[in-house]
T-cell receptor
Framework: RKEVEQDPGPFNVPEGATVAFNCTYS??????FFWYRQDCRKEPKLLMS???SGNEDGRFTAQLNRASQYISLLIRDSKLSDSATYLC??????????FGKGTTLSVSS | EPEVTQTPSHQVTQMGQEVILRCVPISNHLYFYWYRQILGQKVEFLVSFYNNEISEKSEIFDDQFSVERPDGSNFTLKIRSTKLEDSAMYFC???????????????FGPGTRLLVL
C-alpha cells in the first residue's frame, strides 16, 4: 500500500493569517479524499471531504488535482482554535483510510 | 449528536497478557473499523468489519489480533499475548456505508491508550 505525504510543519502563523497545506498521494487508484483534524492526544475528526471540483466550507477551501495526485487545504482568517494537526486522508479502493503523518498548525495572538 | 464511544480510556497491561478493547459504534452504522496510532506516528488502519465478518485487514492485523461483534451494540478488538510494540492509541470508527459519498465518512471514537509494560 502506497503512501500519503504531507509537510509536517510546524506552521506558526498569527491570527488572521491565511495558511495552505499540501498533500500528495502515490496511488492513482485512490477514490475518496478527506481532511481530518486531530488535536493533541485526541481522535481524528472530519474537517471536510475533498471533491474533484474543489469545495469550500466557511474559512476552509479544499482542492483536488487528480492528474498531479495533489490535495490542498486553505485556511483563511486563522483563529487560535485552528491550532491542531491537519491530516490528509485517502481511501484507495476499499474501506481502509490511509493517513498522512499530518501537518501541525500553531496560531498565535 | 451520535458518537462512537470506547472503553476503557486507558489500559496498562503486562507483556504477554491479553487485552480486549471495546467500542460502541454509532447505532445506524453498518461498517466498523479499528485503527492504531503509535505515539508520534501516523494513524494506521488495522481492520474493517461488515455483516459480521472482516471485510479488509492490513499487514499489522496478524493472528495476534481478532475482532468480534458479540451483541447488537459492541465491537471489540482482542490482542493476544501483547508485546511492547503494541503500545499505542487504538481508535474505533464507524460509517453508515462505503463506496463513496457522505455514507462512507468514518467517525472516530476517543480512543483507548494501551501501554504494555
Amino acid at each position: 500500500r502506497k503512501e500519503v505525504e504531507q509537510d509536517p510543519g510546524p506552521f506558526n502563523v498569527p491570527e488572521g493569517a491565511t495558511v495552505a497545506f499540501n498533500c500528495t498521494y502515490s496511488n492513482s487508484a485512490s477514490q475518496s479524499f478527506f481532511w481530518y483534524r486531530q488535536d493533541c492526544r485526541k481522535e481524528p475528526k472530519l474537517l471536510m471531504s475533498v471533491y474533484s471540483s474543489g469545495n469550500e466550507d466557511g474559512r476552509f477551501t479544499a482542492q483536488l488535482n487528480r492528474a498531479s495526485q495533489y490535495i490542498s487545504l486553505l485556511i483563511r482568517d486563522s483563529k487560535l482554535s485552528d491550532s491542531a494537526t491537519y491530516l490528509c486522508v485517502v481511501n484507495q479502493a476499499g474501506t481502509a483510510l490511509i493517513f498522512g503523518k499530518g501537518t501541525t498548525l500553531s496560531v498565535s495572538s | 449528536e451520535p458518537e462512537v464511544t470506547q472503553t476503557p480510556s486507558h489500559q496498562v497491561t503486562q507483556m504477554g497478557q491479553e487485552v480486549i478493547l471495546r467500542c460502541v459504534p454509532i447505532s445506524n452504522h453498518l461498517y466498523f473499523y479499528w485503527y492504531r496510532q503509535i505515539l508520534g506516528q501516523k494513524v494506521e488502519f488495522l481492520v474493517s468489519f461488515y455483516n459480521n465478518e472482516i471485510s479488509e485487514k492490513s499487514e499489522i492485523f496478524d493472528d495476534q489480533f481478532s475482532v468480534e461483534r458479540p451483541d447488537g451494540s459492541n465491537f471489540t478488538l482482542k490482542i493476544r499475548s501483547t508485546k511492547l510494540e503494541d503500545s499505542a492509541m487504538y481508535f474505533c470508527a464507524s460509517s453508515e456505508g462505503s463506496g463513496g459519498g457522505d455514507q462512507e465518512t468514518q467517525y472516530f471514537g476517543p480512543g483507548t491508550r494501551l501501554l504494555v509494560l
